[in-house]
């Protein structure tokens, strides 16, 4: 009886396995590539001063677009990861309007999310 799937067939197991998912070079340097704006846009985010209103619910909600778009951008769907990180800019104007949260809060959100959204956009 076999207990043990020989290493060749393991590795085209795993090979068909990432292809089918979408896995490629090509994904992973994407992700390499833009896992570092996405970390520090999260992370801005995460911490920035909100105001008034359901804080909680605004914050969550911020945090969820960002987490969005990086698992979109791992699975390799980057256009539907830039939409993601274009929906959490209007977000930040909307607060920013409201002064939820502060012009240089605001600038620092719009920065980091250009910056995301023009790594994934390159590649």
């Known amino acids: 009886m076999l207990t043990r799937i020989p290493a060749v067939l393991s590795a085209a197991l795993l090979a068909s396995v990432l292809t089918a998912a979408g896995g490629s070079a090509a994904n992973a340097d994407t992700v390499t590539a833009c896992g570092e704006e996405l ?23 911020l945090v969820k677009l960002v987490d969005d778009a990086s698992d979109l951008a791992d699975a390799g769907k980057t256009a539907d990861a830039v ?40 590649t």
């Not at 995460?46 to 008034?52: A, D, F, M, N, W």
């Not at 309007?97 to 790594?119: F, K, P, V, W």
């Open 39 to 61: 970390s520090q846009l999260g992370s801005s985010v995460g911490s920035v001063t909100i105001t008034g209103g359901k804080v909680d619910k605004e914050r969550a909600g």
């Open 83 to 122: 939409v993601k990180l274009g929906n959490l800019q209007v977000k930040v104007d909307d607060l920013a309007a409201a002064d939820r949260i502060s012009a240089e809060s605001a600038a620092l959100l719009t920065t980091e999310t250009a910056n995301a959204t023009g790594c994934l956009s390159s």
